[in-house]
């Protein structure tokens, strides 16, 4: 059979419809997947904290924030020891007269180390939470992120910010340890919550495990609590290290220890020890969760 001719009009459409057909492939395979791109750039952030040295790190926070477009402020504190520090707290999203829910996570280290796993991860997680809900705010919640000081000489920073009068969110939710496994390790008060079954239904989108309870390592969310605030904490590891971490803060012996407790608070805390990967399916766990939560509110 002889292909019929097509006409001058005809010709010019089909054209138009490769060339746009070959630009959309192109895209396809040059685009990053989301989950890539999430990887890249929590990876950068813990980086750029891991080499800004102990006395550094709120710099490239700053940074990242303006390149986000977000206003931030610095509030100093000064604890009864005369110990001194800054909180950095930004405004991301939502109505001014919505209910707040706070993303925190302390930036300060110990000396030794780089303090990549302890805890530029969880930083690098709540500014990667922070760019996802500016470019999507949630429907009923005002979002903002907090980025705690003197974490490690107490949780002085989230105290601090309860003592100052800071406005009190409809819910904190703090990230510590976030660097690597299959599991999504959650601190609490109530197992039943809507936001624990959100995170049961969001782990299973993104491959993961989650360990749900009230025992957990002390972290930024115990202030809140203490003063009768709602808080959460997630931490992101393996599911084999959840009991080994809870029986070493308990002072229990084992032969065994979990990778965290050989990494942190000692020169093992270096960035070749996250796994950027995981970290991403994180990320989309707890955004899953939180949406699925907002939308659920009255």
Do not use: C
């Not at 040295?53 to 604890?79: M, Q």
């Amino acid at each position: 059979m002889r292909p019929q001719k097509l006409s001058p009009l005809a010709t010019t459409l089909v054209t138009s419809l490769l060339l746009l057909s070959m630009a959309g492939a192109t895209a396809r395979e040059t685009a990053p997947a989301p989950a890539a791109a999430t990887a890249g750039s929590w990876l950068g952030d813990v980086r750029s904290l891991s080499e800004a040295g102990a006395g550094n790190r709120r710099a490239p926070i700053e940074k990242r924030l303006d390149g986000l477009g977000l206003k931030w402020k610095a509030v100093a504190f000064e604890t009864a020891k005369k110990q001194q520090g800054q909180n950095l707290i930004a405004e991301v999203s939502g109505a001014a007269d919505a209910p707040l829910l706070l993303f925190g996570a302390h930036f300060d280290q110990v000396e030794e180390g780089q303090g990549a796993t302890d805890n530029a991860s969880g930083s690098a997680t709540v500014l990667a939470l922070a760019e996802r809900f500016k470019r999507k705010p949630l429907a009923r919640h005002r979002v903002a992120v907090a980025f705690w000081d003197l974490e490690e000489a107490g949780l002085l920073g989230s105290s601090a910010y309860i003592a100052q009068g800071s406005e009190k969110p409809a819910l904190y939710v703090n990230f510590d340890v976030f660097g690597w496994g299959d599991t999504l390790w959650m601190m609490t008060p109530d197992a039943d919550s809507a936001l624990v079954g959100a995170s049961r239904d969001a782990v299973k989108a993104s491959g993961l495990q989650l360990s749900a309870g009230r025992e957990y390592p002390p972290s930024d969310h115990l202030p809140f609590l203490k003063a009768g605030w709602p808080a959460v904490s997630y931490s992101l590891i393996g599911h084999e290290e959840v009991p080994l971490i809870l029986s070493f803060f308990k002072g229990e012996k084992s032969a065994t220890q979990a990778k965290v407790i050989q990494v942190i608070h000692s020169s093992n805390d270096t960035v070749e020890q996250i796994d950027a990967a995981a970290t991403a399916r994180g990320v989309d766990a707890v955004e899953r969760a939180i949406r699925q939560w907002d939308a659920a509110q009255n």
